[in-house]
T-cell receptor, first 116, second 112 residues
Framework: GAVVSQHPSWVICKSGTSVKIECRSL??????MFWYRQFPKQSLMLMAT?????????EQGVEKDKFLINHASLTLSTLTVTSAHPEDSSFYIC????????????FGPGTRLTVL | KQEVTQIPAALSVPEGENLVLNCSFT??????LQWFRQDPGKGLTSLLL?????REQTSGRLNASLDKSSGRSTLYIAASQPGDSATYLC???????????FGKGMKLTVNP
């Protein structure tokens, strides 16, 4: 149980385009989902926390107009990188916390974004 | 501001050795501490989660301990195998928050 998927697993796009990444909890309902970014040889940095049906809470220094997060259902959250630039190239990982309680987060497999 | 440190950044050992991976954190007001494994280009696999009230957790060849007052945790890997090669990440969850703060990880290579 507690499986989280991400789609796509990798994406290459041109500078200036927008990219949408999906995060799904497959076998549980997730009240809260988290989006992280990981640069090479760096740790995961939390970008934002999203609760189903409400606006996401962004970490300091993360542009909310650039990284659009939608958590429309208890099993799906999306991250849209708008007007992507090469410096947005990174590994994006989502995690989900279930309704059942407890604070454990279950992580997705990640999405590798390369902006040319 | 919570900071999580993992030293060394990389370790290479021969197969069969017993290993100790270290993690330290600056703010002892944590809710739990978690150890993860990350394979190259992949997501995170949770290995062990220790609640703040616990001293250790065990799973198979893995044992994690927590000393909250000194801000330290260790992950012990017994009889290491080449399949244990990966990056190991330590993360703490602050009390009263859902946020996880990660260390930079330690890249482990177990040579056959």
């Amino acid at each position: 149980g507690a499986v989280v998927s991400q789609h796509p697993s990798w994406v290459i796009c041109k500078s200036g385009t927008s990219v949408k990444i999906e995060c799904r909890s497959l076998d549980f309902q997730a009240t809260t989902m988290f989006w992280y970014r990981q640069f090479p040889k760096q740790s995961l940095m939390l970008m934002a926390t999203s609760n189903e049906g409400s606006k996401a809470t962004y970490e300091q220094g993360v542009e909310k107009d650039k990284f659009l997060i939608n958590h429309a259902s208890l099993t799906l959250s999306t991250l849209t990188v708008t007007s992507a630039h090469p410096e947005d190239s990174s590994f994006y990982i989502c995690s989900a916390r279930g309704i059942a309680g407890g604070y454990e987060q279950f992580f997705g497999p990640g999405t590798r974004l390369t902006v040319l | 501001k919570q900071e999580v440190t993992q030293i060394p950044a990389a370790l290479s050992v021969p197969e069969g050795e017993n290993l100790v991976l270290n993690c330290s954190f600056t703010d002892s007001a944590i809710y739990n501490l978690q150890w993860f494994r990350q394979d190259p280009g992949k997501g995170l696999t949770s290995l062990l989660l220790i609640q703040s009230s616990q001293r250790e957790q065990t799973s198979g060849r893995l044992n994690a301990s927590l000393d909250k007052s000194s801000g330290r945790s260790t992950l012990y890997i017994a009889a290491s195998q080449p399949g244990d090669s990966a990056t190991y990440l330590c993360a703490v969850q602050q009390g009263g928050s859902e946020k996880l703060v990660f260390g930079k990880g330690m890249k482990l290579t177990v040579n056959p």
